[in-house]
């Protein structure tokens, strides 16, 4: 914090500011700013480095630094995914502690992975600048939906009552319960009023989406254009989905 704020208070001081008016300014302790005008006063550009510290001399070389940094990145240990603090420790001839706070000062954490996922569609950026205009500036006499649902929800019901909570003692309830199977719920929401239309299913077809595509017609307006925006989810790309489609309006497929 002292060194985030060396150049400040030396500047500080140089417009004539006393060290209390400079120490309140800028949120540092009044004896920093006396030490630091002291010190630049005495030896200019040179009195702002930094001083030799009290302590245990460093053990670590700058060779045992590279070395964690490189084989972190460039390495796996034999029979593994990726290097441990002790593993990687045992090889440089470190403690693990130094190893970790060596991955800590460079950002490094070997440990955790992250998962992502490049589309082979063609057509992807045209889709997306599809959906983005959508959202952002929706076309006139239309309503754009954001559709989505989640499967395998379960049903559950316990089998006593949940105890309320009094003074010194918080709600309870027993931890075992009667499974009721499963729903699939349906929702959309429009994107420009916050309304959101819902279905429950008692199972996860094909079939089930059509049906809440009808639902989401019955409940818009006739003379508004109905755009619907959703994921690449199997049951929303099933034939029975294009024909849903492709139906003139107010007609069965």
Not at 112 to 141: C, G, H, M, Q
Request: hydrophobic share 45%; glycine share 6%; with cysteine.
């Amino acid at each position: 914090m002292i060194r985030h704020h060396v150049s400040r208070i030396v500047l500080a001081c140089a417009e004539g500011g006393l060290n209390l008016a400079v120490a309140a300014r800028l949120g540092v302790n009044r004896g920093i700013v006396a030490k630091w005008r002291s010190r630049f006063l005495r030896d200019r550009l040179d009195g702002l480095a930094d001083e030799p510290r009290p302590g245990v001399p460093r053990t670590i070389t700058d060779a045992q630094v590279e070395e964690v940094v490189v084989r972190t990145l460039e390495e796996t240990p034999s029979g593994g995914t990726h290097w441990s603090k002790r593993e990687l420790a045992k090889v440089v001839g470190i403690s693990p502690a130094s190893v970790l706070w060596i991955w800590h000062a460079f950002g490094l954490q070997p440990w955790r992975t992250e998962t992502f996922k490049i589309s082979p569609d063609p057509f992807l950026i045209d889709k997306i600048r599809d959906v983005v205009r959508l959202y952002l500036a929706p076309p006139t006499n239309a309503v754009v939906f954001a559709v989505d649902e989640k499967p395998q929800i379960q049903a559950l019901e316990r089998t006593a009552p949940v105890l309320p909570m009094v003074p010194g003692v918080p709600e309870r309830r027993r931890f075992d319960y009667v499974r009721h199977g499963t729903a699939d719920l349906f929702a959309a929401l429009n994107t420009a009023t916050g309304k959101v239309i819902t279905k429950l299913s008692a199972q996860h077809r094909a079939v089930d989406f059509p049906d809440f595509l009808d639902e989401i017609d019955r409940q818009t307006d006739e003379g508004l254009a109905v755009h619907v925006i959703c994921d690449n989810l199997s049951a929303h790309k099933a034939p029975m989905v294009h024909k849903w489609l492709l139906a003139p309006p107010g007609l069965p497929p």
